[in-house]
């Protein structure tokens, strides 16, 4: 069973343009969302996270969107760099319980051209 | 800043032989955790560990898997008998124990069972 769903596994934009990266989830207990950044050989690093509480996380370059309702969130990258180029993970969490074991998806390939 | 380091970065091995992979996490770090990657496939969850006991592990976290804190700085995974199917990226992470803060990865060992 997929929790979180990511259905690009790859996204290509150019530099300098807009990347919209999105992730759907099925179970409404997750409260807190992150995503990750992976390049190759690496293990995933933390990009940005937000709580089931907003609707809206900004952080430099990075904005995340939170749609409750349509259990739906997104990764907006703007202006995207050619460094950009790495994978994806959208990763969901729910607080209930006291544990912490993030689900994640299964990561979306996005590829800046110069 | 700290990180968390794993050991091999990649290890050849035949089938049903034992394997063991090292992690050290950060060091004021509380929770443990394991993930693993096929290639092509989604972050999965392992097990997560906390004050020297399992806190909590997946279905795929079987008889075959360990988990074990020998010392104060490192985290290992066995695996008793590997399967063809353990070929896989394994991730070790960490966090200090706030409950909506991100993991801290490692840059995984290749496990490649021949």
């Known amino acids: 069973d997929q929790q979180v769903k990511q259905n690009s596994p790859s996204l290509s934009v150019q530099e300098g343009r807009i990347s919209i990266l999105n992730c759907d989830y099925t179970?409404?207990?997750?409260?807190?969302f992150l995503w990750y950044k992976k390049y190759p050989a690496e293990g995933p690093t933390f990009l940005i996270s937000?709580?089931?509480?907003?609707d809206k996380n900004e952080d430099g370059r990075f904005t995340v969107f939170l749609n409750k309702s349509a259990k739906h969130l997104s990764l907006h990258i703007v202006p995207s760099q050619p460094g950009d180029s790495a994978v994806y993970f959208c990763?969901?969490?729910?607080?209930?319980?006291?544990?912490?074991?993030?689900?994640f998806g299964r990561g979306t390939s996005l590829i800046v051209h110069p | 800043e700290p990180e968390v380091t794993q050991t091999p970065s990649h290890q050849v091995t035949q089938m049903g032989q034992e394997v063991i992979l090292r992690c050290v996490p950060i060091?004021?770090?509380?929770?443990f955790y394991w993930y693993r990657q096929i290639l092509g496939q989604k972050v999965e969850f392992l097990v997560s560990?906390?004050?020297?006991?399992?806190?909590?592990k997946s279905e795929i976290f079987d008889d075959q898997f360990s988990v074990e804190r020998p010392d104060g700085s490192n985290f290992t995974l066995k695996i008793r008998s590997t399967k063809l199917e353990d070929s896989a990226m394994y991730f070790c992470?960490?966090?200090?124990?706030?409950?909506?803060?991100?993991?801290?990865f490692g840059n995984g060992t290749r496990l490649t069972v021949t």
């Open positions: 990763a969901a969490s729910s607080a209930s319980g006291g544990s912490y074991i993030p689900t």
């Open positions: 179970n409404s207990m997750f409260d807190y």
């Open positions: 992470a960490s966090i200090f124990g706030n409950m909506d803060s991100p993991l801290h």
């Open positions: 937000i709580s089931s509480i907003k």
């Open positions: 560990f906390y004050n020297n006991e399992i806190s909590e």
């Open positions: 060091s004021n770090h509380l929770y």
